[in-house]
């Protein structure tokens, strides 16, 4: 179904919100607003299968009546019915919740339910937010946002004249935010994308220039602001992200980077950032933020397989080079192993093929399994040329595993077959050739027998103090790796 929306109402709203829900009723299609017009309007809700298309200079501009809002009667993404709210004004929702901003509890000006899917925002129209003299009276919202959404498209769209987060998808899958503009923020933090716990993204060929941080991944678990029509109780992680030929900049804090909060959360995979891709941009400014003020506990979540390439980038901050990561490229990755003894899963183990994070008699472990391909475990890690260096891990394996180093470019420095049978130590010493960022991990070969459980990996620089010549096992905790030289345990390393 394809609807034109042919308006002179002074609140289009009514006509708008009509159109999308009648074509959502018959199974989807495309809602037109011709260009060269502005369309006053409250907030709308997006429905699946339909595409939202602006005109040419077509405006859509948030209305500054506080009367003429509404939200769904419920939160179920087939639920036509609307009820009237009021918006809260100013910044700031609580003096007791830091950064408690408004638009985290005001609906989006373009919103999608939960649960809807395969819709989009299409044209070369604007987005413009309501204009105030006094940020104090003006109503925030969020010009687009949504929450467990998948498979969207936002493209060719200009946000403008806004005072918060321009754009907010939080714990979604599948989404393309492509050339849109964002620029003239005021009244706010003027936050580009803000991509929370989603993945399956990809943002191409923006260009921004915002108040806040441009663009950014950010993990988050429980935090304090969740409102009505979002929360991160459940978080997923942030993986296979996309950040490409975009120019970012910020006029306070990170053109690009992430916010690496929910440290708090049981299951570390599910608030885990993992295979990112950021290529052929220019950031003005690049860095981290590992701090998270809703959480007693120290630390950031784990960071895995990013990969920068052929970015034109002005300053990187020092955030940055503190964060953690296993297997960054383009810049010195992390120096020691994390989750050495798979208690938290996957976390910070980049993977190949067929490989499992199970529980064997209740003592966590890395299954390998050999198929048409080889089967890897792996972490990325910075290494220095010329330092000996023992890798360790506590194994049971089957013939054609092994444990190996490899370069970022996978060519092989080292690789040592693991002992058949029982698990027991097994250990690789190597020297690499070059400073650089090296893969030291467990893999099968290409012979489709291999396989491997391994329980617990040790990574050791033989120039530190304590040798690593012989490693002994407690036998009332076989799954814990002992140094024999004077006792040291694994937790001192």
């Known amino acids: 179904m394809e609807i034109t929306v042919n308006t002179n109402a002074g609140n289009c709203r009514n006509d708008i919100q009509s159109a999308i829900d009648a074509a959502a009723r018959a199974g989807g299609g495309e809602v037109f607003l011709p260009g060269g017009k502005t369309y006053v309007t409250s907030s709308l809700v997006l429905r699946s299968g339909v595409t939202l298309r602006l005109g040419d200079n077509a405006v859509l501009q948030q209305t500054a009546d506080e009367n003429a809002y509404v939200k769904p009667a419920s939160t179920a993404p087939d639920c036509f019915d609307y009820v009237p709210y009021v918006p809260k004004k100013g910044h700031n929702f ?27 925002v299409r044209g070369r129209g604007v987005i413009r937010m309501m204009d105030c003299d006094n940020g104090d009276d003006c109503m925030k919202l969020c010009p687009i946002g949504f929450y467990r959404c998948r498979n969207f498209v936002i493209e060719g769209v200009h946000i403008t004249n806004y005072h918060g987060y321009a754009v907010m998808p939080f714990t979604c899958d599948g989404g393309l935010f492509k050339d849109m503009i964002i620029d003239e923020w005021s009244y706010g933090n003027g936050d580009g994308v803000c991509l929370m716990n989603s993945r399956n993204i990809r943002v191409t060929g923006c260009r921004m220039h915002t108040g806040d941080d441009s663009v950014y991944i950010f993990s988050s678990y429980r935090d304090p602001r ?66 998270d003020p809703y959480t007693v506990r120290q630390g950031h979540p784990p960071v895995t397989d990013v990969r920068f390439e052929n970015n034109v980038i002005d300053a990187v901050e020092y955030n940055f080079f503190e964060t953690h990561v296993s297997g960054l490229s383009g810049y010195p990755s992390m120096t020691t192993l994390k989750n050495p003894e798979f208690r938290d899963g996957r976390s910070f183990w980049i993977t190949k093929g067929d490989v499992a994070f199970i529980r064997d008699a209740d003592k966590p472990c890395c299954v390998l399994n050999a198929g048409k391909s080889r089967s890897a475990v792996w972490q990325g890690i910075w290494v220095e040329a010329g330092r000996p260096v023992e890798f360790w891990a506590r194994a049971t394996a089957a013939e054609g595993a092994r444990l190996f180093v490899r370069d970022e470019n996978d060519g092989v420095i080292a690789q040592k077959d693991l002992i058949p049978g029982e698990a027991q130590a097994n250990h690789i010493g190597f020297t690499v050739p070059a400073d650089g960022n090296y893969r030291i991990g ?27 010549d012989h490693i002994i096992y407690d036998p009332r905790e076989p799954h814990k790796m002992l140094f024999a030289a004077k006792g040291i345990t694994t937790e001192d390393v």
């Open 94 to 120: 609580s003096p007791d919740i830091k950064w408690s901003h408004n638009w985290y509890h005001n609906y989006p000006f373009l919103y999608a339910p939960a649960g809807s899917r395969d819709f989009a």
């Open 442 to 468: 467990v893999e099968t070969d290409d012979s489709g027998r291999g396989k491997a459980k391994i329980y617990h990996t040790v990574l050791g620089n033989l120039s530190r103090k304590y040798p690593f």
């Open 226 to 291: 969740r409102s009505e029509w979002w929360n991160s109780d459940d978080p997923q992680a942030s993986e296979n992200i996309e950040i490409d030929h975009n120019d970012l900049r910020s006029n306070h804090c990170k053109a690009f980077g992430m916010i690496l909060w929910g440290i708090d959360c049981p299951d570390q995979e599910k608030i885990e950032v993992r295979n990112i891709y950021v290529h052929d941009n220019h950031f003005v400014t690049l860095g981290n933020w590992n701090w």
